[in-house]
């Protein structure tokens, strides 16, 4: 027998069947729109806050002999000025309160054919210390635009193979040597610092192939207090070679951290043979201490930074235990 219902209930029904559609459709439509609003505000955090909050981290490197008093190292790189950072470049300036007892500077300090004065402007307080120097590949060829994705498969390391310097880097090294500060790309030095007497081996930046680590190859001063090792990028090959001359401490940035991390897990790219293991912080390569800094700026074309936040780092030298 077939049941034949009223009009009412039937029209009951079908308005129940429209209200189950409808409301899987909100909920469906829904999903989308929220994740679409968590990429945007994530990339509003990446941008504008974590961005600019920039943070001191500290370390204790036991390589003085016994009984020196501790050396405060101040290393900063990969400041990718450019012209209009005034939060990046007050925090550099109030960095000269921590009075360190040297600075080294690892490159990639402008992005900007006007990043000079603003940089120098920034520096003006760590200046009238004792300082070291490398370039950075940005220091010569300013950034252009590039698909960031293609650094989960390949480096940029052949990005300015063919093309002539676009950046004033020699009015850049010229400058911060006029402060005083050593221009240590490819080259060798000795200096005092309060009592210690440091052998000082750099490099220029290998990213893109101006390392001339035969240049400085061989035994590092056996007689000095401390042995630094100084470059831009770390890669492996040259940080074998720094320890075995006996470097003791070897600078260096040009990874940002890996810049986009994930929370729990940590960097996706270092963009050189580094491993993800080691790309910031506070490490060993063979003999050697490494620190490698996450940096304090980011090209201007990728001004974004999540779970990687910009730093500089404090390095206190103690002796050896």
């Known amino acids: 027998m077939r049941l034949i219902l009223p009009h009412r209930a039937r029209r ?10 409808d409301e899987h459709v909100r909920k469906a439509a829904a999903i989308p729109l929220s994740v679409l609003g968590l990429g945007v505000a994530g990339v509003g955090y990446a941008a504008v806050v974590e961005r600019n909050w920039f943070r001191l981290r500290r370390f204790d490197v036991p390589v003085l002999p016994p009984g020196q008093r501790p050396l405060r190292i ?3 790189s990969d400041l990718h000025l450019t012209p209009g950072r005034r939060r ?15 600075v080294v500077n690892t490159g990639d300090s402008i992005s900007h054919p006007d990043a000079i004065p603003p940089l120098l402007h920034a520096l003006e307080p760590l200046l009238a210390r004792p300082g070291l120097f490398v ?14 994705a293609r650094y989960l498969w390949r480096t940029s390391k052949n990005d300015h193979r063919q093309h002539i310097p676009s950046l004033p880097w020699e009015e850049l090294g010229a400058a911060m040597a006029a402060e005083g500060w050593l221009d240590m790309n490819n080259t060798t030095a000795r200096l005092k610092v309060g009592e210690l007497d440091i052998a000082v081996g750099g490099i220029h930046d290998s990213h893109i192939n101006r390392d001339r680590y035969d240049l400085i190859e061989g035994p590092a001063p056996a007689d000095a207090d ?10 492996p090959r040259n940080l074998t070679r720094f320890a075995a001359d006996g470097y003791q401490l070897l600078l260096a940035g040009h990874t940002h951290g890996g810049q986009l991390c994930i929370p729990f897990y940590g960097a996706l790219v270092t963009n050189c043979g580094i491993d993800r ?25 990728a001004p974004v930074r999540f779970a990687c936040f910009p730093e500089a780092s404090l390095l206190t030298l103690v002796p050896r235990r």
């Open 277 to 301: 293991a080691r790309v910031k912080g506070l490490h060993r390569h063979d003999s050697a201490y490494l620190h490698v800094s996450a940096g304090l700026g980011t090209s201007p074309y």
């Open 12 to 21: 009951h029904r079908a308005c129940r069947r429209r209200h189950w559609h």
């Open 226 to 235: 401390l042995r630094l090792g100084v470059m831009h990028s770390p890669e």
């Open 135 to 148: 370039y950075g590949s940005n220091d010569m060829y300013a950034p252009v635009p590039k698909n960031p």
């Open 74 to 76: 101040l290393h900063i």
């Open 88 to 102: 990046l470049i007050e925090w550099v300036r109030s960095l000269g309160d921590l009075r360190p007892d040297l």
